[in-house]
DNA sequence: AATTTAATTCGATATTTATCGAACTATATT
DNA sequence: AATATAGTTCGATAAATATCGAATTAAATT
């Protein structure tokens, strides 16, 4: 299992809730996010958000630097997906009541 | 009951996820919250936090416009209080989850 | 070893947010 | 009606964040 950039993600007893928190308080991360609770792990790529590589990159990056996601590479393929044992095990209730409301509510309006 | 400033306070139904989020992402206004959960409802300048008045205000703002907190006037001083009943109905979890983890983690640091 | 594919990093710009002193507003008190 | 008190709003500046094209890295394929 070879995970990249794997310094830059916290370990749990490190993660920051409010760096939690401002990493899922953006709309566009609130939709990848749901995306990934969703369908466990997906390729970088895969997103069908209409934003360039670089911008989705920026977002992944915010979202790995604050411990939400892990990323594992796959040949030329990354593949993301939420650290959601790390996240319960440090901040019960909070990735997943986030998901919960996200699911039905106003996800993508700004 | 004379409530300031309401028209900036979303209704219950308009409180959007990922401004709640945003409010809560800053640790300052975290502490805030905190310390509006352990006692209900505080006036305004009963906040040791050391802080110039108009920050503290903007804080106020920020978590009033983003609908966690309410504010009532009495008198000269006006009173703040979680918005627990609105949050919870619409975004189930969130903010007790959020308290939970903010008092026995790391608030205060960056 | 050149090319393709997948994604990151860089760099420049724009937008948002935080900070905080000074001026202002609202209420109560003298 | 002047003063005091509590808090907001304004305005200017600083810091953080978002956006996205171009250059770069890393792995697989030809």
Redesign the interface.
């Known amino acids: 299992m070879t995970n990249i950039n794997q310094q830059k993600q916290p370990l749990r007893d490190d993660i920051?809730?409010?760096?939690v928190?401002?990493a899922?308080?953006?709309?566009i991360r609130?939709e990848m996010v749901l995306k990934l609770a969703n369908e466990s792990e997906i390729q970088c790529g895969c997103f069908d958000l209409d934003l360039p590589k670089s911008s989705l990159s920026h977002h992944f990056k915010v979202l790995r630097e604050s411990g939400i996601v892990t990323t594992r590479r796959e040949g030329k393929e990354l593949f993301n997906s939420l650290r959601i044992e790390d996240l319960e095990a440090?901040?019960?209730?909070?990735l997943?009541?986030?998901i919960?409301?996200?699911r039905k509510?106003?996800?993508g309006?700004?």
Do not use: T
Not at 16 to 19: D, E, M, Y
Not at 24 to 27: E, Q, T
Not at 90 to 94: D, L, N
């Open positions: 920051n809730l409010a760096k928190l401002q899922l308080s953006d709309p609130l440090r901040f019960p209730g909070v997943s009541s986030v919960n409301s996200a509510a106003d996800i309006k700004k």
